[in-house]
């Protein structure tokens, strides 16, 4: 708590579960998610932040998963099955892991479609948290 009695939280980054390679800038939760955007070709998270998926089942965002905006991300590329970057206008994000890290696994799923604001979703098994 800082002294205005507000918690603080302090910044972790996201990497790699198999061989450790950060995939996040620095991040810190989201507390006030009147800050999430869900207009069209916008960031659903702002820059520096994530949120923890409290979905059900195949609802987005999916429990347990990071959420953050694609511009944290780091050490990442497009998976080689193009499949999995499905979409319209962009990757929809919904048929699975479409990055992997730079060592070749798969970390997170790109959202980045037209029809919808992007954000990418690492699940909690891919990835581990870490503080800096």
Same mark, same amino acid.
């Given at each position: ?28 939760? $989201? #507390?006030?998610?009147?800050?999430? @955007?869900? !207009?069209?070709?916008? +960031? ?6 994530? %949120?923890? *998926? ?18 944290? $991300? #780091?050490?990442?590329?497009?998976? @080689?099955? !193009?499949?999995?970057? +499905? ?6 994000? %919904?048929? *699975? ?31 581990? +948290?870490?503080?800096?």
């Amino acid at each position: 708590m800082d002294k205005a009695g507000r918690e603080v939280m302090s910044e972790l980054v996201l990497r790699c579960a198999q061989c450790g390679v950060t995939v996040s800038n620095p991040v810190q939760r $989201l #507390l006030d998610l009147s800050r999430l @955007s869900s !207009a069209e070709n916008t +960031a659903y998270v702002p820059t520096g932040y994530f %949120i923890v *998926g409290e979905g059900v089942g195949t609802e987005w965002p999916r429990f347990g998963h990071f959420v953050l905006n694609p511009g944290d $991300l #780091l050490n990442v590329q497009p998976h @080689s099955d !193009a499949s999995r970057s +499905a979409g319209c206008c962009g990757p929809m994000g %919904i048929h *699975g892991p479409n990055l992997v890290c730079s060592g070749g696994h798969e970390v997170a799923a790109l959202q980045a479609d037209c029809w919808g604001p992007a954000s990418v979703s690492l699940p909690p098994e891919l990835v581990r +948290a870490t503080d800096q």
